[in-house]
């Protein structure tokens, strides 16, 4: 017979991981981007996907949502495939990701407050008194306010849009989050009070994190853990001192940016 503590144990590592990426790969006409990319992240990670532009970050995103098919391979979420024929399974993975993606953050022609309730009214489940109370919750944990639900996105600052969006993607309490180039266009300023705010919420609420940034201090300030795209493939994958004793051109270039001392004291700290 088992310890107590073994079946917890054996039950914790039975979960299977939030995504799965299995032998994907991705071609655009004759252009290749992906070759059999493999990738898993687990519950409470915070992945950094780096790589050079066109490497491909954003399309893999879009595989991970569902947006995009893969030409081969497959991606589960939760482990059910995102592509799954079941409109109810699709349906219902769905519910379980918020995203924030930098094209098309918010609905111009509704306002704050409708585009933080539109996941919920599209749940077809709950009442408008319910709706309006979960709007104001999601507001504040934004740090936002009542007033702001009445604007409508043009009267928004770029870093309010932001913190509306993120408040939309967390409607419906999502087990993951997919953020593509989430401080792009703000200040620095704006950028790392934005990410404190994710960080303080993920601590918060526990969930999973994949994002794709340019900015070194997003991704030191975000990830716990670090993947590179190049060559079609992940070419390293761990935590940042790990990734940084990769020799690789792409992620020798990459961290030898202005920021590299920093990246990698803080690294290696
Ligand atoms: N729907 C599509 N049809 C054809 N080509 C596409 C499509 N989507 C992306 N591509 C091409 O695939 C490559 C990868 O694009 P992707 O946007 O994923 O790169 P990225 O790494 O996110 O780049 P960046 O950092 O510049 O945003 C690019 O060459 C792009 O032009």
Redesign the pocket.
């Known amino acids: 017979m088992s310890a107590p503590g073994k079946v917890a144990e054996d039950s914790v590592a039975k979960q299977p991981p939030v995504i799965d990426i299995r032998g994907v790969s991705?071609r655009?006409?004759k252009?290749v981007?992906h070759r059999d990319i493999s990738l898993q992240v687990g519950p409470g990670e915070m992945l950094g996907l780096v790589?050079?532009?066109?490497?491909?970050?954003?399309?893999?995103l879009?595989e991970i949502v569902g947006l995009?098919a893969p030409s081969a391979g497959e991606v589960r979420l939760f482990g059910q495939s995102v592509l799954a024929a079941d409109p109810e399974v699709r349906r219902a993975v769905r519910q379980r990701f918020g995203m924030l993606f930098q094209q098309g953050a918010l609905f111009s022609a509704l306002s704050v407050y409708d585009n933080i309730a539109f996941p919920l009214r599209e749940l077809r489940l709950l009442d408008e008194d319910l709706i309006h109370d979960i709007v104001q919750v999601k507001l504040a944990m934004a740090e936002l306010t009542a007033a702001h639900g009445k604007l409508m996105p043009a009267e928004l600052s770029g870093g309010m849009v932001k913190r509306v969006a993120l408040a939309r993607a967390l409607a419906l309490e999502p087990e993951l989050l997919v953020l593509?180039?989430p401080t792009a266009g703000l200040d620095p300023d704006r950028s790392a009070g934005f990410v404190k705010l994710i960080c303080t919420l993920q601590k918060e609420l526990g969930f999973t994190v994949v994002m794709?940034t340019?900015d070194m201090d997003t991704l030191l300030g975000l990830a716990t853990r670090v993947a590179a795209?190049a060559d079609q493939r992940i070419v390293a994958d761990g935590t940042m001192a790990e990734v940084l004793a990769v020799d690789h051109p792409f992620v020798r270039n990459c961290f030898a940016s202005r920021h590299a001392p920093a990246v990698v004291d803080k690294a290696l700290r």
């Open positions: 991705t655009f006409g252009a981007i790589g050079g532009s066109g490497s491909g970050k954003t399309t893999l879009r995009l593509d180039e794709v340019h795209l």
